[in-house]
């Protein structure tokens, strides 16, 4: 799925906002409602659009709990981890 998204929200609880004129965002939607949306008028059953959000949730659930049981990486392999995204080339589609 690609969508174009928008940030309805400050970057962190210490952004007071104030830089966006009132109405910015105005227009933009969810894209995941979206695609609920238009799920069901497909056909696809509220039961089955549910056991979706549910698996979804499941996942984020295991990858929170697996990186919080993770330990920290040494500083080493960070910067290294950084280099080798440098340069590995994108792969091409």
Known sequence: MEAVTYLATTFSTSDR???R???D???FTDPLAVATERLAGLG???AELA???D???AL???AVAFALASPWPQPSEIVDYGAR???TPAPVP
């Open 44 to 46: 696809v059953s509220a």
């Open 55 to 57: 698996e979804a949730e």
């Open 51 to 53: 056991a979706c959000d």
């Open 60 to 62: 984020l659930r295991d």
């Open 17 to 19: 906002g104030g830089y």
């Open 85 to 87: 995204w440098d340069t």
């Open 25 to 27: 965002g105005a227009g």
């Open 21 to 23: 004129p009132d109405g």
